[in-house]
């Protein structure tokens, strides 16, 4: 029998032990060895038993108690070994109640004052669901109500994440949470930033494929229209190229085509734009070499043939004589 059989097989039985006769409740087991032995209880009375007891709490739901608990704890205890744990603790409870923003405080100091703990990987992955839940548009409480916008305390959270384990999958899914964030926002500017650092940063991750698409379609967004500049679609432009050569069958999949399509027609209005500016000022020289380009780079373009019936009417006799540029 395999260590997963015994897990699936054992926590019913502990439940109803739990059940059955309470004395089994302060049993507590863990995975050692690939065996799974019970762990001896910390005497009663102890700062062991205490933190045993907020752990208690908090799994009962009563996480009133539990920070009052672990509040008391650390005031009692202030030189214990075990304060990082006590603070995580505490952290634990306020969340558990929905007090998002203050169980931040006691994981933030635990980072700060314990970055070589035990503890510091769990409080960085506490603080990340907390950023998570902020960014998906729970606000903050004031007053006993959500009335607080909470966006800047998620965006915040998920930078300082990857600047603290910048090498852990922690700091990876913050990343994309960050990019993610963005681009929810229609920050399109910074989604584009943000992708193309969290694809440099994590070339191997698995959702590199969606910080790609996602940084040509904020890209794409940042384009205004033909009298705006175009720099966006140029990148995104090569991004897509970039994209077929390297992921043929899912850029398949995207529609790449189609959108270098729709990026080449935006490119080309562009072009005609200018053409059009010259040519409303006289500048029929500059009008004329304009519209050619939109002839020349984007064949098969609407906008080409717009071009192409203005070049025909510049190129009449009448129309050279016409000519005001110097």
Not at 45 to 65: C, H, M, N, S
Not at 142 to 158: D, S, T, V
């Amino acid at each position: 029998m395999t260590i997963a059989h015994v897990c699936r097989w054992l926590l019913p039985c502990v439940v109803t032990l739990t059940m059955v006769c309470p004395a089994y409740a302060q049993q507590t087991y863990e995975l050692k060895d690939d065996q799974i032995v019970k762990v001896d209880e910390p005497a009663p009375d102890t700062p062991d038993a205490d933190l045993q007891e907020v752990r208690r709490l908090i799994a009962a739901g009563e996480g009133k108690q539990a920070e009052k608990k672990a509040e008391a704890w650390l005031k009692a205890h202030p030189r214990h070994p075990r304060r990082p744990e006590a603070y995580l603790l505490s952290g634990d409870a306020k969340a558990s109640r929905e007090h998002y923003y203050r169980a931040l405080y006691d994981y933030e100091y635990l980072l700060r004052r314990y970055p070589g703990s035990d503890e510091f990987h769990t409080a960085l992955e506490r603080e990340l669901r907390i950023a998570q839940t902020f960014a998906s548009g729970t606000k903050r409480r004031l007053w006993g109500m959500r009335i607080m916008p909470a966006a800047g305390e998620a965006e915040e959270i998920f930078i300082r994440i990857q600047e603290r384990a910048p090498a852990a999958k922690l700091a990876e899914e913050a990343g994309k949470n960050l990019a993610d964030f963005y681009y929810n926002r229609s920050e399109m500017g910074l989604a584009a930033e943000a992708y193309g650092l969290f694809i440099a940063n994590y070339p191997q991750s698995a959702w590199r494929e969606h910080a790609t698409v996602r940084r040509v379609e904020a890209n794409l967004a940042t384009f205004k229209g033909p009298r705006f500049d175009a720099t966006g679609l140029l990148e995104a432009r090569r991004r897509l190229e970039d994209f077929k050569q390297d992921h043929p069958g899912v850029a398949e999949k995207y529609g790449a085509d189609a959108k270098l399509v729709r990026i080449d027609e935006s490119l080309a209005n562009k072009a005609l734009e200018a053409a059009r500016w010259y040519d409303k000022r006289g500048r029929k020289v500059s009008a004329a070499f304009m519209y050619q380009r939109v002839v020349d780079d984007y064949p098969d373009s609407a906008a080409a043939g717009k071009a192409q019936r203005r070049l025909s009417v510049l190129k009449t006799p009448a129309s050279k004589s016409m000519e005001t540029e110097e």
